[in-house]
T-cell receptor, first 116, second 111 residues
Framework: DAGVTQSPTHLIKTRGQQVTLRCSPK?????VSWYQQALGQGPQFIFQ???????QRGNFPDRFSGHQFPNYSSELNVNALLLGDSALYLC???????????????FGQGTRLTVV | KQEVTQIPAALSVPEGENLVLNCSFT??????LQWFRQDPGKGLTSLLL?????REQTSGRLNASLDKSSGRSTLYIAASQPGDSATYLC??????????FGTGTRLLVSP
């Protein structure tokens, strides 16, 4: 059973550029959330996708956007990159069962983004 | 605003010791709490999930407790091993799978 997979594993970009990160959820899962983890910190919630719509959003600027596809996979896009966007970006998936949203979250290995 | 604190920030113990990691949160209105393990530069591995209606969960040498009313959870690791060395993170689910994390406890178990 494949877990959550993210690509690429590492990425180096220049300030001002745009980047796209990808996530495939665990088999059978339909909800994808994205987190940003700065060095030495806990992950911070960026946003969540369910049924191809953004359902919740954390305290991140509009430069951060996303998409969910019909097969439940997701992309995170960041525009106009800043040095401060350098971080580990984590994708988490879970399964919404009827009205039960609060199930176990499974994380991928992350994408290490370095902005120079 | 929910805030999660983990104490201690770092812990170094000899192999074989039993240890306790602490997690506290400011708002008791949570749906569940998860403990994760993170190896350096890697993703998060789920260890235990405790629903808000539960008091305790066990998996092998790990036992997690939850006291929602006091805003506390503990992760107990029995008979620690060098392979347990990692950062341990707790996260509270504030609703609809939005997780709020602590900054973690870095654990080093020496042979």
């Amino acid at each position: 059973d494949a877990g959550v997979t993210q690509s690429p594993t590492h990425l180096i970009k220049t300030r001002g550029q745009q980047v796209t990160l990808r996530c495939s959820p665990k088999s059978g899962h339909d909800t994808v959330s994205w987190y940003q983890q700065a060095l030495g910190q806990g992950p911070q919630f960026i946003f969540q996708y369910y049924e191809e719509e953004e359902r919740q959003r954390g305290n991140f600027p509009d430069r951060f956007s996303g998409h969910q596809f019909p097969n439940y996979s997701s992309e995170l896009n960041v525009n106009a990159l800043l040095l401060g966007d350098s971080a580990l970006y984590l994708c988490a998936s879970s399964l919404v069962t009827g009205i039960e949203w609060n199930t176990e979250a499974f994380f991928g290995q992350g994408t290490r983004l370095t902005v120079v | 605003k929910q805030e999660v604190t983990q104490i201690p920030a770092a812990l170094s113990v000899p192999e074989g010791e039993n240890l306790v990691l602490n997690c506290s949160f400011t708002d008791s209105a949570i749906y569940n709490l998860q403990w994760f393990r993170q190896d350096p530069g890697k993703g998060l591995t789920s260890l235990l999930l405790i629903q808000s209606s539960q008091r305790e969960q066990t998996s092998g040498r790990l036992n997690a407790s939850l006291d929602k009313s006091s805003g506390r959870s503990t992760l107990y690791i029995a008979a620690s091993q060098p392979g347990d060395s990692a950062t341990y993170l707790c996260a509270v689910n504030t609703g609809f799978q939005k997780l709020v994390f602590g900054t973690g406890t870095r654990l080093l178990v020496s042979p």
